[in-house]
């Protein structure tokens, strides 16, 4: 997996709870990304963050929020979890090489009751 | 690891034979395209890539075609093998290289 962690691998919830899912790279790579993933949508973008505390918002941003304080780590925040929430969630970072291609964590199964 | 029920097209095709797996996309300014790979538990894995400014590129085993008129990717595996059991999915961006829309996906079958 490129040298990404995400945590916890499954979390199971109470709506209007807060949730923070982390991401760890090893790599030192400038770019990281949260998508999710829910059936016939394939993966979409949440947040993606360019550098340290630099982030920018994807197609689905609502409801979520991240902070990346150091190289690292990038943090989703779910402030009040919903039901709608319920998701597979992926971190990637994107290589330094000539393509583009994102290299994704094993993900986080999260599920809001 | 994690995966999802996906209700996805699928493909099943006899190993030994070559597969073909298409992907139609939204966007005429998108100008970059990446296929990934995602086994069951796994995340996504890069594939291929290729700009707008070709039509055909190839790698070990795969190839991937673009025909930018009617808005159509499709990636080849030659040879395919039980390994290539997968969901694919094609992805897309426009200029800035940060923000990929990914389609829906299809579920490679490789029966022994």
């Known amino acids: 997996d490129a040298g990404i962690t995400q945590s916890p691998r499954h979390k199971v919830t109470e709506t209007g709870t807060p949730v923070t899912l982390r991401c760890h790279q090893t790599?030192?790579?400038?770019?990281m990304y949260w998508y999710r993933q829910d059936p016939g949508h394939g993966l979409r973008l949440i947040h993606y963050?360019?550098?340290?505390?630099?982030?920018d918002k994807g197609e689905v941003s609502d409801g979520y929020s991240v902070s990346r304080s150091k190289t690292e780590d990038f943090l989703l925040t779910l402030e009040s979890a919903t039901s709608s929430q319920t998701s597979v969630y992926f971190c990637?970072?994107?290589?330094?090489?000539?393509?583009?291609?994102?290299?994704f964590g094993p993900g986080t199964r999260l599920t809001v009751t | 690891g994690e995966s999802v029920g996906l209700h996805l097209p699928t493909l099943s095709v006899q190993e030994g034979d070559n597969s073909i797996i298409n992907c139609a996309y939204s966007?005429?300014?998108?100008?970059?395209f990446i296929w990934y790979k995602q086994e069951s538990g796994k995340g996504p894995q890069f594939i291929i890539d290729?700009?707008?400014?070709?039509d055909k590129r190839q790698g070990q085993r795969v190839t991937v075609l673009l025909n930018k008129t009617v808005k159509h990717l499709s990636l080849q595996i030659a040879a395919t093998q039980p390994g290539d059991s997968a969901v694919y999915f094609c992805?897309?961006?426009?200029?800035?290289?940060?923000?990929?829309?990914f389609g829906s996906g299809t579920k490679l079958n490789v029966k022994p």
């Open positions: 990637a970072i994107r290589g330094t090489g000539s393509s583009y291609e994102q290299y």
């Open positions: 790599e030192n790579h400038r770019y």
């Open positions: 963050s360019y550098g340290v505390k630099d982030t």
């Open positions: 966007n005429s300014a998108s100008d970059y």
């Open positions: 290729i700009r707008s400014n070709m």
């Open positions: 992805a897309e961006n426009i200029g800035n290289f940060n923000k990929f829309y």
